[in-house]
C-alpha cells in the first residue's frame, strides 16, 4: 500500500463547477498536510497547508480528518486556469515529506 | 530572484555514461533536495542535504551520488546511467524552519538509452 493514495483522475468538469478530491495517508503519526499544484510539464508549487479545523483561500477549501487519514481539497466556481495536477503531500516528521502521485484535473469551457 | 534554477533542461544519456546535474538556489535557504519523478509515482526524495558540506540518503538513492559544496549549489550525479534512471529530475529549497515550504526548480528530462 502506498504511504499516500490519490484518485489519478483524470476529472474532466465544465468551468464553474465544484470539485473535490480526496487523498488518504497510511501513516497515523503524520505531522503536517499540504496541496500542491504541478501544471503540465512543470515544477510543483506550494498550494495551501491543511489543517484539522479546515482553511480556505479563496476558491479552495482544504480539510483534514485525522481520525479517518484523509485530507480533501474543494474546488469552486472552477476556471480554465485551475486545469493542472494536485499532489497531496504529507510530512511525517523532519524530512519525510511523501509526495502522492496526483489528481489530474481538466476544466473546460 | 531566479529562485531554484537547475542544468541542463534536458538531456539524453547512453547506458554507461555519466553526467552531473546543477541545482543552483539563490534564497539563502539551507536545506535542498533533489527528487525524482515517474508517470503514476510521486516525487521520490533521492539525497537532500541540510547545509553546506553535507548530505543525506533519501528514498532512492542508489545509483547516484550528490555534493554540497557551497550553499546555493547542491550536484546531483550519475557515475554509469542506465536505463531505469530515466525520469524527470527536480531539485528543491526550503527554509530551515518549514521544511514543506519547497521551492522546486523547473526539473530536468533525462533520458537514458
Known amino acids: 500500500r502506498k504511504e499516500v493514495e490519490q484518485d489519478p483522475g483524470p476529472f474532466n468538469v465544465p468551468e464553474g463547477a465544484t470539485v473535490a478530491f480526496n487523498c488518504t495517508y497510511s501513516n497515523s503519526a503524520s505531522q503536517s498536510f499540504f496541496w500542491y499544484r504541478q501544471d503540465c510539464r512543470k515544477e510543483p508549487k506550494l498550494l495551501m497547508s491543511?489543517?484539522?479545523s479546515g482553511n480556505e483561500d479563496g476558491r479552495f477549501t482544504a480539510q483534514l480528518n485525522r481520525a479517518s487519514q484523509y485530507i480533501s481539497l474543494l474546488i469552486r466556481d472552477s476556471k480554465l486556469s485551475d486545469s493542472a495536477t494536485y499532489l497531496c503531500v504529507v510530512n511525517t516528521g523532519g524530512f519525510k515529506t511523501i509526495f502522492g502521485a496526483g489528481t489530474r484535473l481538466f476544466v473546460k469551457a | 530572484n531566479a529562485g531554484v534554477t537547475q542544468t541542463p533542461k534536458f538531456r539524453v544519456l547512453k547506458t554507461g555514461q555519466s553526467m552531473t546535474l546543477l541545482c543552483a538556489q539563490d534564497m539563502n535557504h539551507e536545506y535542498m533536495y533533489w527528487y525524482r519523478q515517474d508517470p503514476g509515482m510521486g516525487l521520490r526524495l533521492i539525497h537532500y542535504?541540510?547545509?553546506?558540506?553535507?548530505?543525506a540518503k533519501g528514498e532512492v538513492p542508489d545509483g547516484y551520488n550528490v555534493s554540497r559544496l557551497k550553499k546555493q549549489n547542491f550536484l546531483l550525479g550519475l557515475e554509469s546511467a542506465a536505463p531505469s534512471q530515466t525520469s524527470v529530475y527536480f531539485c528543491?529549497?526550503?527554509?530551515?524552519?518549514?521544511?514543506?515550504?519547497?521551492?522546486f526548480g523547473p526539473g530536468t528530462r533525462l533520458t537514458v538509452t
Open positions: 528543491a529549497s526550503s527554509p530551515k524552519v518549514r521544511t514543506f515550504e519547497q521551492y
Open positions: 491543511v489543517y484539522s
Open positions: 542535504s541540510v547545509g553546506e558540506g553535507t548530505t
